[in-house]
């Protein structure tokens, strides 16, 4: 899926079988699928714990962008990249 | 055994465990990768047993935990034992023939907490199915309980091992995985360990039949491409180069028997003088880090040639130390899929001699030993 093909107003969500896990062992944050753990660094972590059905694209950019004191188009690039590679992996939902 | 466990820091944690909750099915599948010996329902662990592993894996690192057979769902235990995984924060995935999950087990499991259900099939065809699986109705009973399973709401996989009696079909399970409402299906070719090795001769598909359902399953792939996604084993002994078994032996996942066995893979059984660690006596960690079965092949020191001076040896780790013992008589031996084994001609005798025959020979199904009254 391209970027731009992510609607403002569209509500992004971890499927069932998804999970987004802290790791204490590791210390980090992993995606997790059947079969498959992806790294989560802590830009994606924090995207990812916003993905949880409520929020709407635009709301979880802005909440990034307040809560971290940085560039809104900075952020809306970095928030679209993570999704629309993680819906062709069927790994959320959009 | 509650000792602190010194973690050398060249180990890495392990990410994955398959828990052999127990041996008894109700199928009989002739591929089984099972052993031929199999522990009985009253050498089982318990279930507080089986409660402190998962605690112990959780606190190890791993990740995903695999509840496996036999049957599983034999087990009266599953739902407290899903509880627990999710409790202690494991990604919990059930592998299962679907016999004996009620549409209130399902509801159950979902309600504990499991993550995915792994379901297998094992034709297209209600006939052929049944007649593999040593069972009649199985197929009728899987529609329904990929039904339940999905209506719960879980992501399905649907589990496919083809074998000479299915290799025609190949794509036709693929299809029926998308309508059985999976959202990725796994098309194994049969490996030959356990029962499938007794079973060589009757399973063991021509060599042009399987490369022929190898090519049907790829072009699927791009067809469905967006509607299931396709995690397709290629037969083993038609390749180039060996995989890299359990992505190098105790690197990533290990194994728990029924009895509590821990071994780095199903098969490492077959490799005789390994000494395995039950769970009964040591902890998860120190089995890890310290059991002589998991330390004898981890790394590669204990490499011969052609593997030691490689540049592949950490891409596939010499592949499958199984396969090295059954074929070469040592498990230090390059995988002989390799085609720089020197043993690499054992394999293709195989592949003629077990396809020459007209008729494949009558199955050995996989049965439990009937075992004197069961406890628990
Ligand atoms: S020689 Fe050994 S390490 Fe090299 S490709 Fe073959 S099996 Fe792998």
């Known amino acids: ?94 | 055994m509650n000792a602190p466990v010194h973690v050398p820091v060249h180990v890495p944690r392990p990410v994955g465990l398959l828990a052999e909750l127990t041996h008894r099915c109700p199928l009989g599948c002739p591929y089984c990768s099972n052993p031929l010996e199999m522990d009985a329902r009253t050498s089982e662990l318990d279930t507080q047993t089986w409660l402190r592993i998962f605690s112990e894996a959780a606190e190890l690192g791993i990740i995903h935990i695999h509840l496996s057979g036999g049957e599983p769902a034999s087990r009266r235990d599953l739902v407290e034992i899903v509880a627990h995984c999710a409790k202690v924060g494991l990604y919990t995935n059930l592998i299962t023939s679907g016999i004996g999950l009620s549409e209130e087990r399902v509801a159950e499991l979902s309600r504990a907490g499991l993550d995915h259900v792994q379901l297998s099939i094992q034709d297209s065809e209600a006939e052929s199915g049944d007649r593999i699986a040593g069972y009649e109705g199985a197929f009728a009973r899987k529609r329904e309980v990929a039904r339940s399973v999905t209506a719960a709401g879980f992501p399905l996989t649907v589990n496919a091992v083809i074998h000479r009696a299915n290799v025609s079909r190949a794509g036709a399970m693929v299809k029926l995985a998308i309508e059985l409402g999976a959202k990725r299906v796994e098309v194994a070719h049969t490996q030959y360990y356990g029962w499938a090795k007794t079973n060589r001769a009757a399973l063991l598909p021509p060599r042009a039949e399987a490369e022929r359902a190898v090519a049907e399953v790829e072009a699927l792939r791009a067809q469905y491409k967006g509607v299931i996604v396709i995690d397709h084993v290629i037969p083993d002994y038609h390749a180039h180069f060996p995989k890299a078994c359990m992505g190098g032996w105790a690197r990533r996942t290990l194994n728990v028997t029924p009895a509590g066995r821990v071994l780095p893979c199903h098969a490492a059984e077959t490799i005789p003088g390994l000494e395995f660690w039950n769970v009964r006596e040591h902890a998860l960690a120190d089995i890890w880090y310290t059991s002589p079965a998991f330390q004898a092949f981890r790394g590669t020191e204990w490499m011969l040639e052609p593997c030691r001076s490689c540049p592949r040896k950490e891409v596939d780790f010499g592949g499958c130390r199984c396969q090295a013992m059954a074929l070469t008589g040592d498990a230090r031996n390059a995988d002989p899929v390799c085609h720089l084994s020197p043993y690499h001609d054992r394999v293709e005798a195989i592949v003629s001699e077990d396809t020459a025959a007209e008729a494949a020979p009558d199955y050995v199904y996989r049965r439990l030993q009937r075992t004197p009254a069961p406890v628990a």
């Not at chain 1, 391209?2 to 569209?10: L, N």
């Not at chain 1, 896990?21 to 994606?44: G, T």
């Not at chain 1, 993905?51 to 952020?75: H, K, P, Q, W, Y």
């Open chain 1, 1 to 94: 899926m391209s970027t731009a093909a992510i609607s403002e107003t569209s509500v992004p969500r971890l499927p069932r079988g998804v999970r987004l896990k802290h790791d204490d062992a590791r210390n980090e944050w992993l995606l997790l699928a059947p079969e498959r753990i992806l790294k989560a660094d802590p830009i994606a972590a924090e995207i990812l714990k916003r993905c949880t059905g409520e929020a709407t694209l635009a709301a979880i950019v802005d909440d990034l962008a307040a809560s971290f004191g940085a560039d809104r188009a900075r952020i809306d690039t970095d928030v679209r990249n993570l999704l629309a590679g993680l819906a062709d992996k069927r790994m959320v939902e959009l």
